[in-house]
């Protein structure tokens, strides 16, 4: 404790006028608090290099529809080919995730989904099983997915052709498998990636395991040459569609709040019949790393955020940033979620590529396409890159 005592008052005490007595010189101490901001400034600016980084994230598309779509269908056959009118969809539009949730707030075990009995599921487990189902490639499914009853007609639903359900001829720049044993020459794992040879990672992993694997540009030697398992994002940052992840919530509000992105969906839209219309060429999506589109089964969204215990009271101009009504005076009293779901993507589709048109009528007029680059995030650049393409050849 005297030695404490000691240390801390022989520091030297701050006053107007420096102090000299512990022998240092005014020269000295002017450098020591150079140093101290010096270190200030290295970890201000490496904050503002992580946050810097922030932006460069891959932009994704989110949906969230209710597990109840599929309590309308009248036999499991007819469930199964909605659910992959859904899948089917999703990946047509280049969607990233899919979200189930089920409308009834009081349902908050998210594990019925991993049910492994052959029990009829319900709606959102149901939903969720085929899905995952449809969007892992042909030649994983086996290993991945026992026999269960829910799977009984997905032989009828047509392939989604997906990028990454690649054939056994085909060569891609990162293939998805599945972990095998150890291999005893390379101390690595053998992975099944849907090609004559296993592949060899140079890394020890459990069996039974979905990876996505780097496979380069050499097809010689699959089985001899290590390669590297990356993150089931890097093929998204190298541009490439690589299926959608689905998610199951308990309910509405649980859709917001258990997001797997940073900082949550920036923009959510919601589709209702009570929705506002907006003309598409009226329609302003701002530019969002991770948009969010929700869908409501027969009642409505409005029901279904009645329903949640975190949401209810509110009205649904209150949890969406956008209400839309894409389809205003329409004939029928309901439009089904599948029909709902091309008009929606569409829509929203059409919005960008009717702007981009008008923004290449303009830039013909001024003979400038400045504009065009500042409107649209990186997410458009495939669309931006396509207008400037049709600006040269005009001239």
Known sequence: MGKKTKRESSEPIEEDEPDLSNGCS???????????KHK??????ENEKENTHKPNETPTVSIALPGSIIDNAQSLELATLLAGQIARAATIFRINEVVVFDSKSSLTDATIVADSSNENESGAAFLVRILKYLETPQYLRKSLFPWHNSLRYVGVLPPLDAPHHLRKHEWAPFRDGVTKERDSKSGGTLVDVGLSKDAIIDEVREPGIRVTVAMGTNRNSIADLPRQVVSSAKPREEGLYWGYNVRYAPNLSSVFKDTPFKGGY????GTS???????????HIPASRHLLIAFGGPPGLE????EDDTLKGKEAVDVFNTYLN??????????RSEVCFMFDFTFIR????FVLFILYYDA???GSHSNITSVFPRADSIFTAKIEQLMISDR
Do not use: A, M, W
Request: hydrophobic residues 25%.
């Open 26 to 36: 005014l020269d000295t101490k002017l450098k020591k608090k150079k140093t101290k």
């Open 40 to 45: 200030k400034g290295i970890i201000e600016n």
């Open 266 to 269: 920036d923009y959510v839209i």
């Open 273 to 283: 019949e009570h929705g506002k219309f907006i003309k598409s060429s009226e329609l």
């Open 303 to 306: 029901e279904c955020i009645e």
């Open 326 to 335: 894409v389809c205003p005076d329409q004939g029928s009293r309901t439009i």
């Open 350 to 353: 059409f919005t960008k590529c």
């Open 364 to 366: 013909r007029q001024t």
